[in-house]
């Protein structure tokens, strides 16, 4: 019993190093991304495992359900590891981002990779969807995004993926859905009273807390007059190996499949 309140000890230093994360969502994630040095191996990026790992357990799912002739957005890109892995699933991929330093750092480390672009957007803006892809329907790959949002956004975000995925589209989304309270989740990443990984360290001084997205999450946000499930079940995001202090590198997590109900109403 008082080995599983000891973790709780770590809670004034977490209050502490979460101080001075702006408020403002976008300003927070864009200082978040001008403040990475390094990517992929070695990252600083708490959410990069620097493999394709994750992406391709993702695979068959992907190749079921996304029409391969469709451009792919991916939606809250960050550094674009996976908007270029997806280039293996379409000739056509998009990356956005509320973060302009994100976006800068996703372009600068594509260079020379075919068919991904990225822009700078905040996808949970009303009409955010226009234009991005021409008049053309999209698939759409979201990970690890819905949970840093409020429900608010995250019920604007859905907005707009219906209209970007028209009748022909679908979403692919995958998600963070840790159970348990912030303490419990840092706890799980390795955080100790004595240390923090430093990845884990630089989230929690400048980003929002995230959340968790699963099943009844998404059916907040999933009216059934807009969206059809198609699929969905158990995932596992993969996290930066540096995490792996107490062995858990991998976050459980929550993936589905969308198609939009009636797209033409949405347009
Ligand atoms: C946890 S990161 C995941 C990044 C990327 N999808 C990945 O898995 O490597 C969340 C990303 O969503 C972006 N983001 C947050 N709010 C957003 C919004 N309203 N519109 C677009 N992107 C957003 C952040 O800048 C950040 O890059």
Known sequence: MLAALRKYLILPKLIRLSWSAPKNRTMAWDRYWAGIARTGARSDVLW???????????????????????????????????????????????????SANAV???????????????????????????????????????????HVLTPADQAALMENLRQLVGARGTVFLAETN?????????????????????????????????????????????PRDRWTLVEDGAATIETNPLMDAGGNSRIPGYFAVLKAKDPDAGR
């Open 104 to 146: 800068a750092r996703a372009r600068d480390e594509s260079a020379g990779v075919e068919g991904v672009s990225y822009l700078a957007r905040d996808m949970t803006e009303p009409g955010a969807a226009s234009g991005l892809v021409g008049s053309t329907d999209a698939n759409v790959f979201v990970r690890g995004v819905l």
């Open 178 to 222: 840790f159970q348990g309270n912030p303490v419990e989740y840092v706890a799980h990443l390795g955080a100790s009273l004595r240390s923090i990984p430093a990845p884990l360290e630089l989230a929690i001084r400048t980003l929002p807390m995230p959340g968790h997205f699963g099943p009844q999450e998404l059916a907040r946000v999933m």
């Open 48 to 98: 990069d495992s620097g493999t394709d790992h994750e992406l391709l357990g993702y695979r068959d799912v992907l190749q079921r359900h996304f029409d391969p002739s469709l451009p792919v957005v991916d939606v809250g890109c960050g550094h674009g590891a996976f908007s270029r892995a997806l280039t293996a699933f379409s000739p056509q991929v998009l990356g956005v981002d509320v």
